[in-house]
């Protein structure tokens, strides 16, 4: 008799789905009667697994642990059918949701961030402000906003009363101590400390007599030279001689000139110190108290110019007698860029007056900045140096950086710690100034399962999500992990192969409360 009664349900069963419906989703009581059942008889429900073999009507097995079942359409030919295999005994109608969309879930490694906010600045060693380090007025920029410039690139020229005094300072004391060296070393050339004797001066009557012959040798030369050129001269103006005898002639009268104005200078300036060696020799007195004096001024005059370049160098300015140091240029200096950049301020016009206060114009190097980060109190002991910040941006192209300072000073107002990260990969896409948000990398899980976070339904305190199951879907109730950017870690009840529901799962979710059924994965136990 029991049998009996079953066997009526399921032929009611039959007639019933075979009748046309006007809803896209109905259980019937009879159909939940039996399936409370063949429950009693159904095996252990296996956990979720990532393929689905079933036959075409058949609900997903492995799906059927959590949740609910909404089973697909039956092919028409099931309508007819009352008894069977349990699987394909009852057909349910076909669910139909205009635009479900469906993804399959990801394995891959996530990242557990801290979210923090920051502001983007430039690198403090690829940001200057360029000052004037003595006032003065603008007297020519040699460059312009926008301008990409090199390190060392000259930028504007500045004149300065106070520049023209320091120049005239230090080529005076230059000019002293020159003198002085060349007397010094004249003087210690003559002998070492102490009395001339007598052989000092026979030395310098050699070199004088030696002079004596270079400088008549150089005279005959010359006379020679001399009497040749005009001679071939006439015979150039009478046509017997060519240009080039000439030219020949010239060269070597200029030749002997050169030689006799050097062997006469030099003759000049031995016979000078040959008197001054004899006069000291006669009166037998003694070098050490004039070298001494001698070296008294020189010591004094060295200090003094050193004074005068260590002034010059402090405030940035060359002066060197021999390249452009001359009285019309006294009065100005060039500044110069510290770094490779872009002049991205330009604070001051020709003319205007400069002070050590305020800058000229600003360079920075827009591929190198960092983010200033502000992280909370209870993330703090997540953070260490080296760790990947990644920036969000409205842009799909990734900004990466590393933590490189974190601060012990913690902000009293906000509970907050300043962390500084070195933006490495397309920093150029940030505005200076900018205020960004950022995610700090802290940790990593390898082969997590991840799915798009608009696939998750919000059920009371828990979430679901919809599983394909050959044409079906299984109500499955999942645990979260991290979410980063449009994705979330599924840590409990997916599995690799799963497909989920992303556009139209609060349709089927609302066309399950509908029932006021539990649902289930009743046709496949």
């Known amino acids: 008799m029991k049998k009996m009664n079953f066997f009526l349900i399921f032929i009611a069963i039959a007639i019933y789905i075979a009748t046309p419906k006007f809803v896209n989703v109905n259980f019937s009581e009879a159909a939940e009667s039996a399936h409370d059942h063949e429950q009693e008889k159904a095996e252990a429900v296996k956990p979720a697994a990532a393929a689905h073999n079933h036959k075409e009507g058949e609900v997903c097995p492995d799906t059927a642990k959590e949740a609910g079942k909404i089973p697909a359409a039956a092919k028409d030919e099931h309508a007819g059918e009352a008894a069977g295999a349990h699987a394909n005994e009852a057909a349910e109608p076909e669910i139909k949701i205009d635009g479900l969309e469906e993804e399959p879930v990801k394995v891959e490694t996530v990242y557990e961030a801290v979210k923090s906010n920051g502001t983007v600045k430039f690198h403090p060693e690829h940001y200057a402000k360029i000052t004037s380090l003595v006032p003065g007025k603008l007297k020519q920029l040699k460059v312009k906003l926008g301008d990409r410039v090199k390190k060392g690139q000259e930028l504007a020229v500045i004149e300065s009363i106070e520049i023209f005094n320091a ?50 040798k150089s005279e005959i030369a010359l006379s020679t030279a001399r009497k040749k050129y005009e001679r071939i001269k006439k015979l150039f103006e009478s046509g017997i001689s060519s240009k080039s005898e000439l030219e020949s002639a010239d060269n070597d009268l200029k030749s002997a000139s050169i030689e006799y104005e050097s062997s006469k200078s030099k003759f000049d300036n031995i016979t000078k110190s040959l008197s001054r060696v004899e006069k000291l020799s006669d009166s037998k007195i003694s070098l050490k108290k004039e070298v001494g004096d001698i070296q008294t001024e020189f010591f004094e005059a060295r200090q003094n110019l050193d004074v005068s370049q260590k002034y010059l160098n402090m405030v940035g300015v060359e002066c060197d007698p021999n390249a452009g140091c001359n009285i019309h240029e006294l009065g100005t200096f060039s500044i110069y860029s510290p770094i490779d950049g872009v002049i991205i301020e330009q604070l001051s ?45 409205s842009v799909k192209v990734p900004i990466i950086g590393k933590i490189v300072y974190i601060s012990n000073l913690l902000e009293p107002n906000t509970r907050t710690l300043k962390v500084r990260a070195e933006i490495f990969e397309n920093a150029e896409l940030l505005k200076i100034g900018e205020f960004i948000n950022c995610d700090i990398l802290v940790s990593e899980r390898p082969n997590a399962i991840t799915i798009p ?24 109730y999942v645990k979260t992990g991290y979410r980063f950017t449009d994705r979330v870690e599924i840590k409990e009840g997916l599995v690799p192969g799963n497909v989920v529901v992303t556009i139209g799962n609060q349709q089927l979710f609302n066309m399950a409360l509908s029932t006021k059924l539990e649902l289930s994965c009743d046709s496949c136990k």
């Not at 080529?171 to 004797?197: A, C, D, H, Q």
């Not at 976070?453 to 499955?476: M, P, T």
């Open 453 to 476: 976070q608009k696939a998750l339904v919000e059920d009371g305190d828990r979430q679901l999500v919809f599983v394909k199951c050959g044409k079906s879907y299984d109500k499955i």
């Open 167 to 216: 120049k005239v300072e230090y080529l005076k004391n230059l000019n002293k101590y020159e003198v002085l060296l060349s007397k010094y070393e004249n003087i210690v050339k003559m002998g070492e400390l102490g009395s001339f004797t007598q052989k000092n001066v026979e030395e310098a009557q050699t070199a004088l007599s030696d002079a004596k012959s270079q400088f008549d």
């Open 349 to 393: 016009a020709i003319g205007a007056s400069i002070d050590t206060a305020n800058p000229v114009m600003c360079v920075g190097d827009y591929d190198k900045v960092v983010a200033d980060i502000d992280v909370y109190e209870n993330d703090c002991p997540k953070i260490s140096p080296g760790q990947t910040v990644k920036v969000e941006t």
